[in-house]
């Protein structure tokens, strides 16, 4: 693999896992931007990739897969939340229930990681070579339009946002 292709997957990689660790108002404010993450891009542009109803359905196998995975992780990470809590409310606390708890928390937490991984890992091969080609084309493009600089977001004008 060359060092290019290895920045760029690493980057990818690097990009999309953040996706899965930001916290919830920051995931909804790039969902209005139309950050859906890979599989929501490439929907988002099929037509301009030709994608084929076959590739257009794996795809959204794919993602709905690992959306259930990440309810599910999601749950069991709040129940074990609400658990800890009770723990840390008694004046003596079980420090060692509390710390399982936590490490129990980390490991559901690296379950969704790992299925996000896995999703765009499986979504990449979904889309043929050409059709790769592309979606890195449209992805810089629409990385320049809306100021991805250096890995951080530059501030949008107020003219993007209506009312504001």
Do not use: C
């Not at 990739?49 to 794919?62: E, F, H, R, Y």
């Not at 074990?80 to 409310?89: I, N, P």
């Not at 229930?97 to 765009?120: E, G, P, S």
């Amino acid at each position: 693999m060359t060092t290019k292709r290895f920045a760029w997957l690493l980057a990818g990689v690097i990009f999309l896992a953040s996706q899965v660790a930001q916290p919830t108002a920051a995931r909804a404010h790039m969902m209005h931007h139309g950050h859906m993450g890979p599989i929501g891009f490439y929907l988002m542009n099929q037509d301009r990739l030709g994608l084929s109803s076959a590739q257009t359905k794996k795809l959204m196998d794919l993602k709905m897969t690992f959306m259930k995975t990440k309810i599910m992780e999601k749950a069991r990470i709040h129940v074990l939340h609400m658990e800890t809590m009770g723990l840390m409310m008694h004046r003596n606390i079980d420090v060692n229930q509390v710390q399982q708890n936590m490490d129990k928390v980390l490991a559901h937490k690296k379950k969704i990681m790992r299925a996000f991984v896995t999703m765009v890992a499986s979504a990449h091969k979904v889309l043929t070579p050409e059709q790769y080609a592309k979606v890195k084309k449209l992805w810089r493009e629409m990385m320049m339009h809306h100021g991805m600089m250096g890995g951080m977001m530059a501030p949008h004008p107020p003219s993007h946002h209506p009312g504001m």
